[in-house]
Nanobody, 119 residues
Framework: QVQLVETGGGLVQPGGSLRLSCSAS????????MNWYRQAPGNQRELVAG???????NYADSVKGRFTISRDNAMNTMYLQMNSLKPEDTAVYYC?????????????WGRGGQVAVSS
């Protein structure tokens, strides 16, 4: 059974940095896409950054120049380096991946990790 586990959330002051990690485990043939989403209270879940197995990257306009997504294909792990954090970055951050197993291609979600930016 495939699982996604996020680590690295927490509380940080404005202007600070955090690094999120997402590790995929299970019997995985390939990971097509890996993405970070976030959801703030009262808001819809939104795409923060994404990466494909071909190496294409995309970012939400609100995080461009501040966040960097990266991926270690050998370890089935994805990272999100978040710099110059702002209070409006406060949200639950979710790892998402489209994963091909031996029998199917499915969309998976992690449980989420809280990021709070506050002084």
């Amino acid at each position: 059974q495939v699982q996604l586990v996020e680590t690295g959330g927490g509380l940080v002051q404005p202007g600070g940095s955090l690094r999120l990690s997402c590790s995929a485990s299970g019997i995985i043939f390939s990971i097509v896409t890996m993405n970070w989403y976030r959801q703030a209270p009262g808001n819809q879940r939104e795409l923060v950054a994404g990466t494909t197995d071909a190496g294409h990257l995309n970012y939400a306009d609100s995080v461009k120049g501040r966040f960097t997504i990266s991926r270690d294909n050998a370890m089935n792990t994805m990272y999100l380096q978040m710099n110059s954090l702002k209070p409006e970055d406060t949200a639950v951050y979710y790892c998402n991946a489209l994963i091909e197993t031996l029998s199917s291609v499915q969309n998976y979600w992690g449980r989420g990790g809280q990021v709070a930016v506050s002084s």
